[in-house]
């Protein structure tokens, strides 16, 4: 049985917001050199999913598959280094996009080259944008059913999948034939680590790398959404020294300024 | 409304310290001794730099997250400020480096130098100790013990005292050799030409025949000098290593942590009026005519002085503060060019019920309670070929080296009654190679690692003895010290193209720079990272020179 399990490569959640950078022409925010990418935790969780799956049926063959600009090796490699039978990239400039749907579409143009998949199981959402637009076009674009937001995968009888969905105050219970998509969210926990000599293992493997010329992808619709304008809030920051003789005296007059500059206000104008 | 700092330019300073990191805090105090008004401008809420401590790893901890091992007392300024008088102390433990292998074999390094005045830490040698620790290595190896003794004499008579004018004297001319340079040319001193440009391993094969003694070597030189196997250590490291290594000197337990350094050199400073105002990150250095005659702060306002010293790094000396005062291609060539990639560690406190009891003791008694401590493979082949290798690669080595610091054994103020806390460090890549959630994996992992390694030595190491752990990584350094590149403990990497005259490069080595009133003073110059290291002190005779204050060296009697 393969599962396929699709990845994004995004900025660090945890990049300071300092070292990131928003190129407002090109309408992208980078993250520089000296911030190493990584993969979307969303689609971790999806791998942690599939070697799960694994765990309990042996003949699981694991293919994670990411498609994008420009890839960094080493982090995506990670997929490998825990357990992943295969590592496919797909590498394009005109695959950086916002656009979900030639990625949804690239993607399944990945999985119908290799032969087709029992499983594919991606993240929610990308933690760059939080779209989650992709898995819902590349059910449709590969016929399978949609499974959303499990916390828990599991087959049943080789041949059906059930999923725990998470909802707010309880669970539900889904399932569905196979070949079908599912989304995994946060509650199905921690991709695991990897042991060092898997790592060490996993430095030696390459990637498979499939062109985008290479692959049968579907035309996009238009019209597409389009992103106009990027911004981030504009803050700053005046600093005054109050001058007063003493300590009530400086409160008093900080009260008249909190009051003068409207930074407070009193009375019933909220 | 007044925006800030405008105001403040009338408040007149003689001269601006940039950033209130460690070596601020020395020349704050030498500038104000000659009689200027000094002012000492810190980014963060806390002066020191890298020379503070902070209640960790549990309530009633005290832990260093920087320096940790310092000998402060050997510094010029611990004499000329009296900082014993303002609370700076330290205990003199009589044995310095140990180390555990794997086979349950050991080495105790007795301090061949003993402190017979802990109020000014002079020494005497100690003849006992030498004895003990030739003992210690005839047991592996007679001719590494041979080899002992004979460095300790060349030690004695030659190293020592070039090595401390080296640290406190301003790089010579390239041509003129320098007070360790000088050494080659003395045919018994142990030091020839060719160890200027071996690396760590060739050093320690060079000097050493047993597997203990070459793997503690390496083990030992990124602890104190900075340096993988395979880098060109230089002469300064390989004198400084190997003092260390072979206990030449004694180990030295600062009380109360570092902090107690900070404390002491602002307690001097402020008797002396030094103004220290934290919270004045500096954005830009003011220039007019080719001079410095202020700078600009991050939030807002300015503050002017005839006289700026930058205790930050030459990158954000040059790149931020001074970015719009071109310099020239070819220096910020070299200034973006900086090596960086080396010292950066897994470091921090492990609190503990009871101190570790090592299986080893048994065999060697009272080996465990060396104030810095090393267990691991005795096996060099390991440390030369694979261990940088390794570490880049992972983040950590398969085989690890951990370096541990009981040192609530002797000072009672790091830990409640009865309990101790104990650092360790074992070494881990650049903070660029990780993303920030893989470093937050790796170092649980190594702490993970590091307790059951130390579980292996010492058995009683359990997860009931551990009251908590803090430890740090380059990724953490990195987020607080904008002037430790890459989260290292080194502020540039530590070998030979980066030492002495060519630190952090040929054209900025000399503490003065292109602006004039502008001087440089951090460890990003020589004689390099490290508390009580040189830049600040010789930044500080630079300027008497220069501006014809007076020769404070020299009424102190000191040669440099
Ligand atoms: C993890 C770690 C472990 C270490 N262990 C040891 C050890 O065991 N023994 C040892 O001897 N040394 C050790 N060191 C090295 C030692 O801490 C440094 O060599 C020393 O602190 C360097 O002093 P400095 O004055 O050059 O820089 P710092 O002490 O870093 O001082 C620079 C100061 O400038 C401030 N600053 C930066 N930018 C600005 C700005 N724009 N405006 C205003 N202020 C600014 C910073 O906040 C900082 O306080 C360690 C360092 C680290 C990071």
Known sequence: MRVVVCLKQVIDPLTPATALVLDASAKKIRGGAANPPVINGFDEQGIEAALRL???????????????????????????AVGADQLILVQDPSLDT???????????????????????????????????????????????????????????????????????????????????VVTVTSELGALRMPSVSARLTAARKQPRQIALAELDVAA?????????????????????FIEAADGPGAGARLAEILLQTGAVRLGGER | MQPTGENMADASYDAIVIGGGHHATIISCYLAKAGLKVAVLEGHTALG????????????????????????????????????????????????????????????GYSGYRVVDPKTGRTEEAPDNVRKTYDQIKSFSQRDADSYLRLFEQYQKYWKKAFHKHRFTAPTPWREPDALEALCDIPDS????????????????????????????????????????????????????????LSFEPAAIVKGGTQSITDALVKAGKKLDVEYLTGHEVDQIIVENGAAIGVQLARGGSMRAPLVVSDLGVPQTFLRLLRNHPI???????????????????????????????????????????????????????????????????????QPYILTAPDSI??????????????????????RLFSGRDWGRIKEEFTN?????????????????????RIYGPYDVQAGKPDMIEGGWTEGSMFASQLGRFRPFPELSGFRTPVKNLYMCSSNLHSAGGIGRGSSYIAAKIISQDRGLPRFWESAGREF
């Open chain 1, 54 to 80: 694994r765990e309990t049926n042996e003949d699981v063959e694991i293919v994670c598959v990411a498609v994008g600009e420009r890839f960094n090796n080493d982090v995506m490699k990670r997929s490998l």
């Open chain 1, 98 to 180: 916002w656009n979900a749907y030639p990625i949804a579409a690239t993607l399944a143009a990945v999985i119908r080259q290799i032969g087709g998949a029992d499983l594919v199981i991606c993240g929610r959402q990308g933690s760059d944008w939080d779209n989650g637009l992709t898995p819902f076009i590349l059910a449709e674009q590969l016929g399978m059913p949609l499974l959303t937001l499990a916390k828990r995968v599991s087959i049943t009888g080789e041949t059906r999948i059930e999923i725990e969905r998470a909802l707010a105050d309880g669970s539900m219970t889904m399932d569905a034939a196979l070949p079908a």
């Open chain 1, 220 to 240: 996009t619709p238009s019209p597409a959404p389009e992103v106009v304008d990027l911004t981030i809030p504009v803050t700053s920051r005046i600093c005054t």
């Open chain 2, 49 to 108: 730099g890298g020379a503070v401590s902070e209640e960790a790893p549990a309530p009633g901890f005290r832990q260093n997250p920087h320096a940790h091992f310092t000998r402060f007392y050997g510094h010029p300024a611990y004499a000329d400020f009296n900082l014993r008088e303002e609370g700076l102390e330290y205990i003199f433990p009589e044995q310095n480096e140990g180390m555990i292998f794997e086979d349950g074999s050991s080495f105790i």
């Open chain 2, 190 to 245: 142990g030091i020839e030409p060719v160890h200027q440009f071996m690396s760590v391993r060739q050093c320690a094969y060079d000097y050493f025949e047993s597997p203990e003694l070459r793997t503690l070597f390496m083990r030992a030189t990124p602890t104190s000098g900075g340096c993988f196997p395979d880098d060109a250590m230089g002469l300064q490291s390989l004198v400084h290593v190997m003092g260390l290594v």
């Open chain 2, 328 to 398: 020239g291609d070819k220096l910020l060539h070299r200034v973006r060019n900086i090596h960086y990639d080396r010292g950066q560690i897994f470091w921090g406190n492990v609190a503990m019920h009871e101190l570790p009891k090592y299986t080893a003791d048994n065999v060697n008694p009272g080996v465990g309670s060396q104030p810095r401590l090393y267990t691991g493979a005795k096996d060099p082949e390991y440390m030369a070929s694979r261990y940088q290798h390794d570490i880049f690669l992972l983040g950590f080595p398969q």
């Open chain 2, 410 to 431: 002797w000072d009672r103020t790091r830990a409640p009654d009865g309990q101790h806390t104990i650092l360790i460090e074992d070494f881990t890549a650049p903070a």
């Open chain 2, 449 to 469: 690692r590091a307790l059951e390694e130390w579980r292996k030595y010492a058995p009683n190491m359990t997860k009931d003895n551990i009251i908590g752990t």
